[in-house]
């Protein structure tokens, strides 16, 4: 910035460099959203559509700022966890959020019409605020998310339970809040069952556990704008992926490894499922190079079993999907992430040591 005598100005600006060694976590949230909902005719209770772009938007952030470890996220809302050790923008406050909450909103306008394909752009521009709060150590960090889900849960029951009423009842919206006063989860999940023959538990678990966004290993060959499915039980990483036609590449969660580092590359994606829901066989090329060469030539599998016969290495390569060129990516699933399980297993990356940035020597 050019020196001036008007310079003076800037000192009037204030510190708000964020606490070093803790957790920062953002959290945005829709502004007026129950009013753009309406507008916009989202579906009752749950819209896939509109939760599939909020989980496109928050990829997003996740490609464009490595530090962020985790993200979740449920209704109009999304949580990002930050490396303790984030050296983002000095830890000044104003600008981690305001970034955060800029490319979120940028990137739900962006992608707008990938998943509202009959309305070219949305009626009116929506609106995020975004605020940061500061966690000590892993056991806030564990309850936070433990409270979101908790949350998730329970505002899911509650509208299921109210729309049922509403739509299939043929409820007022005054008289089907009346019924649910001073219900608790037993007895809108009796009340679902016996009156409209739902079984809440079988629902999407987009819907009942929000989505939880991580980073771990994909196929090299997956493309980092990929759209997501519409249909919930067919998102990208959930264990209960059936068949999408739409879909030519990706990766079920069962060929998904979590990343040893937290970090993102460049081309960091998020895993899609095939049309026959499991990974690709390399192509004629890549199984041309695996056999070409020493008849000696030996090969490990995950199993650690030698072959020695390049036929054998042949057919062990195209049947085996973990063989796959893999990088590091975002992953979207839906799955619980209250209680250790959670964090000993698949999370265990997010709290764990901090891995030194390796910095380079003349």
């Not at 003076?8 to 953002?26: A, C, G, Q, S």
């Not at 007026?32 to 989980?55: I, Q």
């Not at 959930?238 to 580092?261: E, I």
């Not at 590359?265 to 020493?294: F, M």
Request: aromatic residues 10%; negative net charge; contains cysteine.
């Amino acid at each position: 910035m050019a020196k001036s005598k008007y310079e003076y100005v800037k000192e009037f600006e204030t510190d708000d460099k964020l606490l070093r060694n803790v957790y920062i976590l953002v959290r945005i949230d829709g502004k007026g959203f129950h009013k753009f909902s309406a507008a916009h005719e989202f579906t009752k209770p749950n819209d896939v559509r509109a939760l599939n772009l909020m989980n496109h938007a928050a990829r997003h952030v996740m490609h464009e700022l490595d530090d962020i470890l985790i993200a979740f996220g449920e209704s109009d809302e999304f949580s990002f966890l930050f490396r303790k050790s984030t050296g983002l923008y000095q830890r000044r406050e104003a600008k981690i959020v305001s970034t955060v909450v800029s490319l979120f909103t940028s990137a739900y306008v962006y992608y707008w019409n990938d998943y509202f394909k009959e309305s070219r752009r949305s009626l009116y521009p929506p609106a995020f605020d975004g605020r940061a709060v500061l966690y000590p150590s892993e056991v806030e960090v564990k309850d936070y998310f433990a409270w979101r889900q908790a949350d998730t849960h329970i505002n899911n029951l509650f509208n299921t339970s109210f729309w049922a009423l509403v739509e299939k009842g043929g409820m007022t919206p005054k008289a089907a809040e009346i019924r649910l006063s001073g219900t608790d989860s037993k007895d809108k999940n009796e009340m679902l069952f016996t009156e409209f023959n739902t079984n809440y538990s079988k629902l999407p678990a987009i819907f009942r556990k929000g989505s939880v966004l991580l980073r771990e290993q994909i196929p090299k060959d997956m493309h980092k704008d990929a759209i997501i499915p519409t249909l919930p039980d067919t998102l990208p990483g959930s264990t209960c992926a059936d068949a999408n036609p739409s879909l030519s590449t990706g990766a079920t969660q069962a060929s998904v490894s979590p990343a040893l580092g937290s970090t993102a590359d460049a081309d960091s994606v998020v895993a899609t499922p095939t049309s026959n829901g499991s990974t690709e066989h390399e192509t004629d090329d890549d199984k041309k190079r695996s056999i070409e060469g020493d008849e000696e030539e030996t090969f490990e599998n995950d199993d650690d079993k030698v072959y020695e016969s390049t036929t054998e290495v042949a057919e062990a390569r195209s049947a085996a999907p973990s063989l796959k060129r893999m990088k590091k990516g975002v992953v979207i699933d839906h799955i619980d992430i209250i209680g250790e399980k959670f964090w000993s297993g698949r999370g265990a990356y997010i709290l764990g040591p901090e891995r030194k940035k390796k910095t380079r020597t003349k």
